[in-house]
């Protein structure tokens, strides 16, 4: 028995150790200025076998109850690797790795008391630490507390500044100025973000100055300067022609310019004389439908479906598509079938969770739904909105404020998401905010409908707003 307990224990550190163990900062390197891209060989904790679970469990080898740890934290099972890592933590108290990864954690459970917390006490053993000083500007951030972040990278820059730098120095110096471009884009001061990215792009390899133009341009976009964001693509082709990832940024720009052919024909050039794969067929549908032509977005869906008729992504576009024509039902069977074919897709869960509770129906199980995919990112402004509107159809308006609050702290320059909050304040009496939340929405409202909706409620509120 023991023998045979002892090779199932081999047999699970031998299956455990494939987990690529990825620190914060190298995640952050990875993470695109909005969405978490976290790519690379992860272990998925429902691969090991039901051997290996068994004799992870039973084990009291530290080096296998870690090794289980990591691989829950891998795959975002955050309360049972909390559970694992605070366990352990008890036997050896002064454990860094184990305070870093518990902070970490309770960041990404959105508990930023408790994990300040602990990388307070990891620092006080460690004060120099660059990667705990890094994580704590992290857990700033995600807070919300912009400033304090901004402040911590700006230090971070300054206390690794040297004549000259070896390939790792200018990799940690190039991930301290994403952050420091993504926080004032937060804030809005979008010079001193593209500011940060040319930074990056001066530190960064020729091959990936391309990825950082991208990163400009949409910086220019946020800030709703589309001619600087043109301009920049342009610039980018200039050296890069063939460039796929510019050729669909430039398709998009024209799109929304309602140049919509022109963009569709540069989509179409990518496939040459195939057939436009997955990326090309989302780029193309989106489109079409942003420009209303339903029915040639509808082709192209079809036509893709039969070649792909397995593909979650397909299932997901039909399910956009359907509800941009308001056909609800149509749309939630799409979804639906989606996420049979994934399950715990974030994008799945928060779209469909999300017209639901617009729509005030299964509210219990689009409130389950969105909190799923708020718990991959936290600081999704989209997947944040969505959480807040959910409760705020409850009629939960305490957590419906908190959750509009960072949606906008998140994505300041989005107009639906000041309008939720808008509506917030004005269902609970305070007028004025609701003013000033609506007038805000209308200056990034980009669709006419929904610019003259949201100047009939600030027509209805102006009264109301005069007497407070």
Do not use: C
């Not at 150790?17 to 978490?36: F, G, I, N, S």
């Not at 070896?166 to 010079?191: E, K, P």
């Not at 082709?299 to 479906?305: P, Q, V």
């Not at 209805?460 to 007497?467: F, G, L, P, T, Y």
């Amino acid at each position: 028995m023991e023998l045979r307990a002892e090779r199932r224990a081999t047999a699970a550190l031998r299956l455990v150790r494939v987990v690529v163990h990825v620190d914060e900062m190298e995640l952050e390197r990875r993470r695109a200025p909005k969405h978490a891209l976290r790519r690379g060989r992860v272990l998925n904790a429902r691969q090991l076998d039901e051997n290996a679970i068994e004799a992870l469990a039973l084990n009291d080898s530290p080096e296998l109850r870690a090794a289980l740890a990591d691989a829950l934290y891998a795959d975002n099972q955050l309360d049972e690797a909390a559970a694992a890592y605070e366990e352990m933590l008890k036997e050896d108290q002064a454990n860094l790795e184990m305070l870093q990864r518990l902070a970490q954690i309770y960041r990404r459970q959105m508990k930023y008391t408790e994990s300040r917390e602990m990388l307070v006490r990891a620092l006080r053993r460690s004060p120099g630490s660059i990667p705990l000083r890094f994580d704590l500007a992290l857990v700033d951030r995600d807070e919300g507390k912009f400033d304090d972040s901004a402040r911590g990278f700006e230090e971070l820059l300054k206390d690794t500044e040297q004549n000259t730098y070896n390939q790792n120095q200018r990799r940690s110096r190039a991930l301290f100025y994403t952050q420091l471009g993504i926080i004032r884009s937060l804030q809005t001061r979008y010079d001193e973000a593209v500011a940060a990215f040319n930074n990056v792009r001066f530190l960064s390899d020729p091959d990936q100055r391309n990825r950082i133009d991208l990163m400009i341009a949409d910086t220019y976009k946020d800030a709703k300067d589309i001619d600087r964001a043109e301009a920049t693509i342009m610039a980018a082709l200039q050296g890069s022609p063939d460039n796929r990832e510019l050729q669909i940024a430039r398709a998009d720009i024209l799109a929304s310019r309602g140049r919509t052919d022109e963009s569709i024909e540069i989509l179409r050039k990518l496939a040459g004389r195939q057939e436009p794969d997955l990326e090309l067929v989302a780029s193309i549908v989106g489109v079409y439908e942003n420009a209303s032509r339903f029915a040639e977005a509808q082709a192209t869906l079809d036509a893709a479906a039969r070649r792909f008729p397995e593909d979650k992504q397909i299932h997901f576009l039909q399910g956009a598509l359907y509800e941009r024509q308001d056909k609800v039902a149509e749309a939630e069977n799409a979804f639906r079938k989606a996420l049979e074919l994934d399950k715990n897709n974030p994008s799945i869960l928060n779209y469909l969770g999300y017209m639901m509770a617009d729509r005030g129906r299964n509210l219990d199980e689009a409130l389950g739904m969105i909190r799923k995919a708020v718990d991959t990112d936290p600081i999704n402004g989209a997947f944040l909105d969505s959480l807040g509107w959910v409760y705020f159809k409850m009629n939960r308006l305490d957590l419906a404020e908190l959750f509009l609050k960072r949606a906008v702290a998140f994505a300041a320059t989005n107009a639906t998401m000041h309008d939720h909050l808008g509506d917030l304040y004005y269902k609970t009496g305070r007028f004025q905010e609701a003013q000033a939340s609506w007038t805000t929405g209308l200056q990034y409202a980009d669709e006419p409908g929904e610019a003259q909706r949201i100047r009939q409620k600030l027509e209805q509120v102006k009264s109301q707003a005069s007497i407070r």
